[in-house]
């Protein structure tokens, strides 16, 4: 058990839609990042918050956006959802943003558009 | 920018034989290092990291990894696999500030009895 938790585990919608992923880090852990994997892409680093702040920006759509809250549990929030977004959604967190720290990801969030 | 190679998506192995992944990185700045390993229907579990110190790195489950700077590899190896090791293994470098990871397309394991 990495202690990072994502919920739901499993989600089914239809296009159009919006939905919201959430994450909550290991105690202690102030970087959240969230990643997509997909067979096409493998896993892509979509964006990075530390301390409520938002630190990075990798592979991420419009569509797509994110925030941290001060209790530091994260949601990604995707919209206007495509057959192409269906992908498992990981998050991890680190203790803080330095290089060196290891990141502990969760089981992540299958989304699957129909 | 900072990326990883990972060839040979599928990779067979017997039970009792030596395990061999290759990783090759670029990076423009010194290079943090992971392996990672995702069992089915879980998340990426940390097996090892390279940051700075020794270039051999021993990680979880009898795994480890020579960092070698004049070949830019990061080679994941285990002398005798076990059916248990049967998952998908992930090579990642640091790219950029704020640790962020650049991933290999992954190795899939297949370990035969």
């Known amino acids: 058990d990495s202690g990072v938790t994502q919920t739901p585990k499993h989600l089914i919608t239809a296009t159009g839609q919006r939905v919201t992923l959430r994450c909550s880090p290991r105690?202690?852990?102030?970087?959240v990042y969230w990643y997509q994997q997909s067979l096409d892409q493998g896993l892509q680093f979509l964006i990075q918050y530390y301390n409520g702040e938002e630190r990075a920006k990798g592979n991420i759509l419009e569509r797509f956006s994110a925030q941290q809250f001060p209790d530091l549990h994260s949601e990604l929030n995707l919209s206007s959802l495509e057959l192409g977004d269906s992908a498992l959604y990981f998050c991890?967190?680190?203790?803080?943003?330095?290089?060196?720290?290891?990141?502990?990801f969760g089981d992540g969030t299958r989304l699957s558009i129909l | 920018a900072q990326s990883v190679t990972q060839l040979g998506s599928h990779v067979s192995v017997s039970e009792g034989a030596l395990v061999l992944l290759r990783c090759n990185y670029s990076?423009?700045?010194?290079?943090?290092l992971f392996w990672y390993v995702q069992y089915p229907n879980q998340g990426l579990q940390l097996l090892l990291k390279?940051?700075?110190?020794?270039?051999l790195v021993k990680g979880i489950n009898g795994f480890e990894a020579e960092f070698k700077k004049s070949e830019t590899s990061f080679h994941l190896t285990k002398p005798s696999a076990h059916m248990s090791d049967a998952a998908e293994y992930f090579c990642?470098?640091?790219?950029?500030?704020?640790?962020?990871?650049?991933f290999g397309k992954g190795n899939q394991v297949v370990v035969i009895p």
């Open positions: 991890a967190s680190s203790r803080d943003r330095r290089n060196n720290q290891p990141q502990h």
């Open positions: 990076s423009s700045v010194p290079p943090y």
């Open positions: 105690s202690g852990d102030l970087s």
């Open positions: 390279y940051t700075t110190g020794a270039t």
């Open positions: 990642a470098v640091r790219t950029g500030g704020n640790n962020r990871l650049a």
